[in-house]
């Protein structure tokens, strides 16, 4: 890579026999215990980093199991009572034509979830062993992780809205299924795992090159 | 936004001075990688010549961001929380919804917990956090010495910040009327509209905030 010369100059707060505060960047000496700039718990790498990543993965995984396979959203439309999973919902969306709408929830509920439980595996097991990607590659894929998981809790919007608001005797009624429960949690216990991780330790094994041929 | 490149420390740099004054230091927290901190020109990002993440921004409207984002978020939620903002009908029935009855739609049953994660995500966290950074922030604009415990309220803020979902929710709501589109006439009330300027507002202030750069502020507004 072309800038693995100046990489490998750049010493770290750790090397220098410093403390960096993981959340304000400010350096303190060794031995400082509190930061003193933003007041939070000094550690040159925040203790059981990955441990509570993997714990909280595994968490995350079991409760998307449930959500998935039990019903979201229960409609009744002109006396006629249907569950729908959040699979199910997002085919009702393409049988009324609304394809904008189906990919956004198709999106928010299955490929956010399901593509940040394999991010944060990869993130996590390639902080020891080797990674196919550069760590420049591996923070953006951290931080893009880190944005997006807050917004799969969209469905469980979408059903708290239509419970709440559509309630027209006969004609249509909505009621939330005990999916939307298990679905919560895994969006909570996804985004715990996620915000457990410690970004230096991507960076802590680096090459300078950004490949795994060390 | 321009963006300069900080001074990397290098191997053998002398580092035993008073690291946050004359010379001072600052450590990406993304890489761990030691900068010296030049003065940030106007409207400028100081990166990591490491991985490029932001160390310091200088702080240019984010501050009046802030705030606004805080006051829109408390006024509106708070207008929001009573009056309906969203209304169908179909075949002569009508119904209406405001920010509270939607929190309590999953009461009752197995769904009953996540009454509680309505009411926090989308009214008492949105608030609590907007009041935060209403106390933490207010006073550096303002020029004065920060208020007591103004960590402690930025610390919160932040620590809040993944927690509150009042723009996921907002999201929400147009997927949802969507759905209800084929079945029932929607009217969009007043307060549809504001929750629509939250989003564009909080989302606006998302990406001005720059925790590291407010932490600085603070630091040295307590010092003198
Ligand atoms: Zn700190
Ligand atoms: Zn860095």
Redesign the pocket.
């Known amino acids: 890579m072309a800038h693995s010369g100046t990489e490998k100059q750049v010493l770290t707060a750790r090397e220098a026999g410093l403390l960096g505060c993981g959340t304000c960047g400010r350096v303190s000496p060794k031995g400082t215990t509190v930061c003193p700039r933003c007041e939070t718990p000094l550690h040159s790498r925040r203790p059981g980093s990955i441990e509570k990543v993997w714990a909280w993965w595994l968490a995350g995984i079991f409760a998307y199991i449930p959500a998935n396979l039990y019903p979201m959203l229960r409609t009744s439309f002109l006396g006629r009572e249907q569950d729908s999973t959040i699979v199910g919902g997002v085919i009702d969306l393409i049988h009324h034509g609304s394809f904008l709408i189906a990919a956004i929830v198709f999106f928010a509920s299955v490929i956010i979830p399901v593509s940040k439980f394999f991010a944060v595996g990869y993130l996590a097991w390639t902080v020891k062993g080797r990674a196919h990607i550069s760590e420049h590659q591996r923070t953006v894929l951290y931080e893009v992780v880190e944005f997006v998981g807050r917004w799969s809790m969209i469905d469980v919007f979408v059903v708290a809205v239509l419970a709440a608001l559509v309630n027209l005797g006969f004609v249509v009624n909505f009621k939330p299924g005990i999916a939307a429960f298990f679905f919560a949690l895994s969006v909570a216990f996804t985004m715990i795992s996620a915000l457990s991780l410690d970004p230096r330790l991507i960076w802590d094994n680096s090459t300078g090159d950004g490949a795994s041929d060390e | 936004m321009t963006a300069i490149m900080a001074g990397p420390v290098v191997e053998g740099a002398p580092h035993d001075h008073d690291v946050n004054e004359d010379g001072e230091l600052i450590a ?1 927290v ?2 761990d ?1 030691l900068h010296t901190v030049p003065t940030i020109p106007p409207k400028a990002a100081l990166r ?1 010549v ?2 490029g ?1 932001v160390l310091l921004r200088s702080p240019g409207p984010a501050l009046d961001r802030i705030l606004a984002s805080a006051f829109t978020t408390v006024i509106l939620v708070v207008s929001a929380l009573f009056f309906p903002f969203l209304q169908i009908s179909a075949s002569g029935f009508t119904s209406a919804t405001t920010l509270v009855e939607t929190a309590f739609a999953f009461k009752g049953g197995l769904t009953t917990p996540l009454t509680f994660v309505l009411i926090f995500t989308i009214i008492v966290l949105p608030i609590i956090r907007a009041l935060a950074l209403t106390w933490a922030v207010m006073p550096i604009r303002l020029n004065l010495r920060p208020l007591p415990q103004a960590k402690a309220a930025f610390r919160l803020a932040n620590l809040l910040r993944p927690w509150s979902m009042i723009e996921v929710f907002i999201v929400g709501v147009v997927v949802a009327l969507v759905k209800i589109g084929g079945m029932a006439k929607v009217g969009l009330g007043l307060a549809f509209w504001e929750l629509l300027l939250i989003l564009i507002i909080v989302i606006l202030e998302a990406t001005s905030l720059c925790e590291k750069t407010i932490w600085r502020i603070l630091e040295r507004k307590s010092r003198y």
């Open positions: 990406c993304v890489c990688a990591c490491r991985c993440n």
